[in-house]
């Protein structure tokens, strides 16, 4: 059983920029892809970013530019960034693990964009 958990989350001002962290258990994390997703208040959770196993990345359009996820394979961490945010930012934002589905899921991270 894979375990993910985020940190890094917090109150960030509009303009500036936060860095989200996962370290996940498991041996099998340098084959897997790694995602990152939130859920805005009263909306359904949406994908933000994601890693394949290669290092190939996909962004979603509203962070395309301005975010950058990575990944430690050593130490089995990703990591999403995220510069310039925005109020409509504000999110819980969950690490998710798998390849061909996400089967695994932190327990998220609180994001509040906000002056």
């Known amino acids: 059983q894979v375990q993910l958990v985020e940190s890094g989350g917090g109150l960030v001002q509009p303009g500036g920029s936060l860095t989200l962290s996962c370290v996940a258990t498991?041996?099998?994390?340098?084959?897997?892809?790694m995602g990152w997703f939130r859920q805005p208040p009263g909306k359904e959770r949406e994908l933000v970013a994601t890693?394949?196993?290669?290092?190939?990345?996909v962004y979603a359009p509203s962070v395309r530019g301005r975010s950058t996820i990575s990944r430690d394979n050593d130490k089995k961490m990703t990591f999403l960034r995220i510069n310039d945010m925005k109020p409509e930012d504000t999110a819980v934002y969950y690490c998710?693990?798998?390849?061909?589905?996400?089967?695994?899921w932190g327990q998220g991270t609180q994001v509040t964009v906000s002056a």
């Open positions: 498991g041996n099998l994390f340098r084959v897997m892809h």
């Open positions: 998710a693990q798998g390849k061909g589905q996400w089967d695994y």
């Open positions: 890693v394949n196993s290669a290092g190939s990345t």
